[in-house]
């Protein structure tokens, strides 16, 4: 089972800049999806982007162009690189692994956007 940790996440002002970090372990496979999801308080959780195994990345349509993912060469990691915050960016942010039937999530961590 591979196990994922994010990182990275605090209070941000509205125009602000983050990186979240997920470290990822325990027979992570090169053949793998992994990828970024928020959940706002009261809504359900959505993708916010993802990279292949061929390092094709996907992104939401909300966050195309101030939001880059990335990833480590031996997929040991992830990130998220976020700007231009916004308050509807507050969430909590889940790391997401991918593999045929598999799938593992993190525990997440929390990216608050004050005005």
């Known amino acids: 089972q591979v196990q994922l940790e994010e990182s990275g996440g605090g209070l941000v002002q509205a125009g602000g800049s983050l990186k979240l970090t997920c470290s990822a372990s325990?027979?992570?496979?090169?053949?793998?999806?992994m990828g970024w999801y928020r959940q706002a308080p009261g809504k359900s959780r959505e993708l916010v982007a993802t990279?292949?195994?061929?390092?094709?990345?996907n992104y939401a349509n909300s966050v195309k162009g101030r939001f880059t993912i990335s990833r480590t060469t031996k997929w040991s990691a992830i990130f998220l690189q976020i700007s231009s915050l916004k308050p509807v960016d507050t969430a909590d942010y889940y790391c997401?692994?991918?593999?045929?039937?598999?799938?593992?999530w993190g525990q997440g961590t929390k990216v608050p956007v004050s005005t």
């Open positions: 997401e692994y991918r593999r045929l039937t598999k799938e593992s």
């Open positions: 325990g027979g992570v496979s090169s053949l793998s999806t």
């Open positions: 990279v292949t195994s061929h390092t094709a990345k």
